[in-house]
């Protein structure tokens, strides 16, 4: 379900992603993170909807296929948003002050406000 209300700051970085193609999200998540991206839809087990590896100064986006479009789209822009604001891993923010469930809300906070306009038209 989505949340009650977006939060500003979730709004005003997500407002520069929505609505955009694979490949502009790929060049725009290039520019932000230094690194070379690739999205990638592909089976994966019914739990996971998405799940981004990193090797070198390489980066796959990975969202789970068999996911109706706009939880595709809202498992891309989570897992795009833990590679432009989450840049030390998991590791490292479950070992600060900050809670790993902080670190996933995060993600899903600028995910639901990149699909916003999705949502409420209903697609």
């Known amino acids: ?3 009650e209300k977006i939060p500003d700051w979730a709004d005003k970085e997500a407002a520069m992603w929505r609505g955009l ?3 502009d999200l790929e060049v725009r998540a290039e520019e932000r993170s230094g690194l ?4 990638r839809q592909t089976p994966l087990p019914e739990s996971v909807w998405g799940m ?8 796959r986006l990975c969202v789970n296929s068999s996911l109706p479009r706009v939880w595709r ?3 891309l822009f989570h897992e795009l948003y833990h ?6 891993g998991e590791y490292f923010w479950s070992q600060t002050f900050n809670p790993i469930s902080r670190f ?7 995910a639901w406000a990149a699909i916003w306009p999705e949502w409420t038209e209903g697609e």
Request: hydrophobic letters at 45%; zero cysteines.
């Open 1 to 3: 379900m989505p949340p």
């Open 21 to 23: 193609g694979n490949f």
């Open 36 to 39: 070379v991206v690739e999205i």
């Open 52 to 59: 981004h590896i990193a090797r070198g100064k390489r980066v």
């Open 73 to 75: 789209r809202f498992a």
């Open 83 to 88: 590679l432009i604001a989450h840049t030390e």
């Open 104 to 110: 996933e809300s995060e993600a899903d906070m600028f």
